[in-house]
């Protein structure tokens, strides 16, 4: 089939009839198909199962001889640090393991910004007459909601295909100190599925900016990859950030939540010392210690770095086939048409589509009343508002591949109807 922008008139109308005709017979199947979330399928959630047993009454003495079903161990178990700092290649002593949730521990790191001076602040930011944060987009939604909910004006940077704008970035920054933050997903993000490159990494690290600049590090998919042979991996931040003399600069964040139970892993953050004491200062008032028990059972279940990357290799095979899917079909109906756009990431939890300017609304809202719900058009941008109007995230793992199958190909006779239609117009 030839690209939309040579088709003729007739062409179009007959690609239109053919999308209505598919269209309807897709709505008389009463679908009712979800791709609006990443989250883990039933078997990628199985696969952790045998951890739950490996924790009984006689095993919840932690490394160092405490009792982990008791009070205390305000930064986690020894063990469970230095599984985290293996991973995330930082010392042990810089890691606090947390809760079930990095997305908790983000929204206590920018809520202590705001209520207490962080290391190198002059006071709080929520004194600050305003507080901004640079937001590369699309991202994850609820990072943008945390900026939302405490007030923080947000800043679009556009992503790029190896991170975010840093031109934009460095102008931004190094001109206004009211700039206190970025969030960043720095391997296959949420939710184009792009690294960052080394280059992006160290300008990061290195660019001027308001001294107590704050970069948000989600590390959430580092672990994540589809391919053993194509791992996508950025230089360690930390590191990066001293080497500039930026010590303080960036947060780091990451979880099991995609490794084990996404609503019973452990999360664990990193920073440079001085961080690591003020964040401590603050958790000791909020908790006197996570569930250790938790931590244990991870660690037993886990082991090392070795560990889980097999255990990540058993979620990649289901995962692989999934995200083929998508692929294949956005490839055999979209391709070479000129009316949508998309990545092939290696790992993650997404596909990023894009459509035509202005038409990402209707899409999600066509696909919808035909029983496939996506997530909302914009969600993936600051407010809400995707300024093109045309990104479409596409959530892959939960779904069985025959369901993701007929939610893809209706997501596909969707953008056709609509792109013809709207040159018909
Ligand atoms: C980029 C990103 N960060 C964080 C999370 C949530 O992580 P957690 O379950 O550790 O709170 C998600 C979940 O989808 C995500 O996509």
């Known amino acids: 089939m030839p690209s939309f922008s040579t088709m003729d008139r007739i062409a179009l109308q007959q690609e239109a009839e053919a999308q209505r005709a598919r269209l309807d017979a897709i709505a008389a199947r009463k679908l009712s198909l979800n791709m609006a979330r990443g989250k883990p399928c039933k078997a990628q959630l199985d696969l952790a199962d045998a951890m739950l047993a490996l924790i009984g009454p006689d095993g919840t003495k932690a490394s160092d001889g405490s009792d982990a079903r008791n009070y205390g161990l ?49 006071r709080p930011w929520s004194k600050e007459p305003v507080v901004r944060f640079l937001c590369p987009s699309p991202g994850y939604d609820r990072h943008f909601a945390i900026c939302r909910e405490l007030g923080i004006e947000m800043l679009p940077v556009a992503m790029r295909a190896d991170g975010p704008d840093m031109d934009e970035v460095e102008r931004l920054c190094a001109a206004d100190d009211s700039i206190k933050g970025i969030w960043c997903v720095p391997v296959y993000s949420n939710p184009d599925g792009i690294t960052y490159s080394a280059d992006v990494c160290r300008r990061l690290a290195s660019m001027e900016a308001a001294p107590d600049f704050r970069i948000l590090w989600d590390n959430a998919y580092f672990l994540h990859h589809l391919y053993d042979d194509r791992k996508d991996a950025v230089p360690e931040m930390l590191g990066l950030c001293a080497a500039a003399g930026h010590s303080d600069r960036v947060y780091e964040f990451c979880s099991t939540s995609k490794v084990t139970y996404a609503g019973a892993g452990v999360a664990a953050l990193a920073a440079s010392p001085a961080n690591v004491d003020h964040i401590r200062r603050n958790l000791g008032i909020q908790t006197i210690g996570h569930d250790k028990v938790n931590q244990l059972r991870h660690v037993a279940f886990l082991k090392d770095r070795a560990g889980v990357e097999a255990h990540m290799r058993k979620h990649a095979a289901i995962l692989r086939p999934k995200f083929e899917t998508v692929l294949r079909i956005l490839d055999a109906e979209l391709g070479g048409k000129g009316i949508a756009e998309w990545n092939a990431p290696r790992g993650g939890y997404f596909v990023s589509l894009f459509v035509e300017d202005g038409l990402a609304k209707e899409v999600v809202a066509l696909a919808k009343s035909v029983g496939v719900e996506l997530t909302p058009a914009g969600a993936a941008y600051p407010y809400g508002k995707d300024p093109r109007d045309r990104n479409i995230r596409i959530a892959p793992s939960f779904p069985p591949v025959a369901e993701l199958e007929a939610a893809i190909e209706a997501l596909c006779v969707c953008v056709r109807l609509l792109s013809a239609r709207r040159r018909l117009a």
Do not use: C, H, K
């Open 74 to 122: 305000l930064e986690g178990i020894p063990e469970a640090r230095a599984l985290f700092a293996d991973l995330m290649g930082v010392p042990a002593a810089q890691v606090i393991v947390g809760g079930n949730s990095s997305l908790n521990l983000m929204y206590d790191a920018v809520a202590r910004a705001m209520l207490t001076a962080v290391p190198g602040a002059a």
